[in-house]
Nanobody, 115 residues
Framework: QVQLVESGGGLVQAGGSLRLSCAAS????????MGWYRQVPGKQREFVAS???????SYTDSVKGRFTISTDSAKNTVYLLMNSAKPEDTAVYYC?????????WGKGALVTVSS
């Protein structure tokens, strides 16, 4: 089992910045990648960004150039730095871990971007 604890959600003004964190613990051997998804009510959860254990990153087009994903391997933590936030970034952000054999999700952190 892998436990994921997200933090850093909250309210930010449009154009501002916010950093989300997700700390992984438990059976973390075999991790392949960590990342973030987001979901707004009534819509499907969508991919935001990911980073492999080799450092390869991937972003959805709408956040490229604004969001940065990074990890602290010593802390088994993944971060999502959200710059130039837009109201359409408002969502519940979920941390995800891809591990050989099973994926894990965090419980989510609400991010609200005010206009």
């Amino acid at each position: 089992q892998v436990q994921l604890v997200e933090s850093g959600g909250g309210l930010v003004q449009a154009g501002g910045s916010l950093r989300l964190s997700c700390a992984a613990s438990g059976s973390i051997v075999g991790l392949n990648a960590m990342g973030w998804y987001r979901q707004v009510p009534g819509k499907q959860r969508e991919f935001v960004a990911s980073i492999t254990t080799g450092g390869i990153t991937s972003y959805t087009d709408s956040v490229k150039g604004r969001f940065t994903i990074s990890t602290d391997s010593a802390k088994n933590t993944v971060y999502l730095l959200m710059n130039s936030a837009k109201p359409e970034d408002t969502a519940v952000y979920y941390c995800k871990v891809w591990r050989t054999g099973m994926d894990y999700w965090g419980k989510g952190a609400l991010v609200t971007v005010s206009s």
